[in-house]
């Protein structure tokens, strides 16, 4: 019998792409997320991390929501450039960022134009986004990171959470404002 190659199991890219995704949940904090991100999106994160802090009832659940959020971009990101989604990943990637721009502009004339809110509609594109991207990530990451992606779709599909964020006369009326003035800035830029 011929002795086996001691390294024959052995995959570097494969070893590689698993360190990337430890690295990046590890580095998921408010600050690195700064550094990962461009400044319109960073000030968007701090007002979705404030609207947050009012909806959880303890600033660590707020912190969590923002943290959650940089790891899975994060970690779809390394997934991306490391060439790992099949054929049929990419099409449906490229179907959730259609979809998320087109929710993205949605929310934003919600806000603008008075008593066109429509929570259910809302409530159903937020479903449809998670389903989306649940199938995308479910060959590649862990449980736990598909609980985290549940986590977020969550606080983004629950009615009183959106009731109060277009309320016209709402509590979040002014960070409303701010929000839809970065998305409709990231939306100029391309960055959406």
């Known amino acids: ?6 390294g024959a199991n052995f995959n570097t890219k494969s070893m590689s792409l698993r360190m990337q995704k430890k690295i990046a ?36 659940e707020a912190e ?3 943290k959650y959020i940089v790891k899975i971009v994060v970690k779809i990101g390394i997934l991306l450039r ?16 259609q979809k998320f721009h087109n929710v993205i502009m949605t929310a934003i004339s919600f806000h603008e ?6 929570r259910d509609f809302l409530i159903s594109q937020f479903q449809n986004l998670e389903d989306m991207l649940q199938k995308i990530v ?39 404002n701010n929000i839809t003035t970065l998305l409709n800035k990231l939306v100029e830029e391309g960055n959406i």
Not at 82 to 97: G, I, M, Y
Not at 141 to 160: A, E, H, M
Request: charged share 35%; net charge negative; aromatic share 12%.
């Open 113 to 118: 134009v008075d008593f066109t809110f429509d």
């Open 138 to 176: 479910e060959r590649h990451l862990r449980d736990k990171s598909q609980k985290r992606i549940t986590f977020i779709f969550d606080f983004f599909k629950s009615g009183d959470f959106l009731d109060k964020l277009f309320s016209s006369d709402g509590e979040y009326k002014g960070e409303m």
């Open 1 to 6: 019998m011929a002795e086996s190659d001691p």
């Open 64 to 66: 969590k929501l923002v």
């Open 25 to 60: 949940s590890k580095m998921s904090t408010k600050g690195v997320a700064k550094t990962l991100v461009d400044d319109t999106t960073a000030e968007l994160l701090d007002h979705l991390h404030k609207l947050a802090k009012n909806e959880y009832p303890s600033k660590k």
């Open 82 to 97: 490391n060439d790992q989604f099949n054929a049929q990943e990419v099409k449906l990637t490229q179907q959730f960022q």
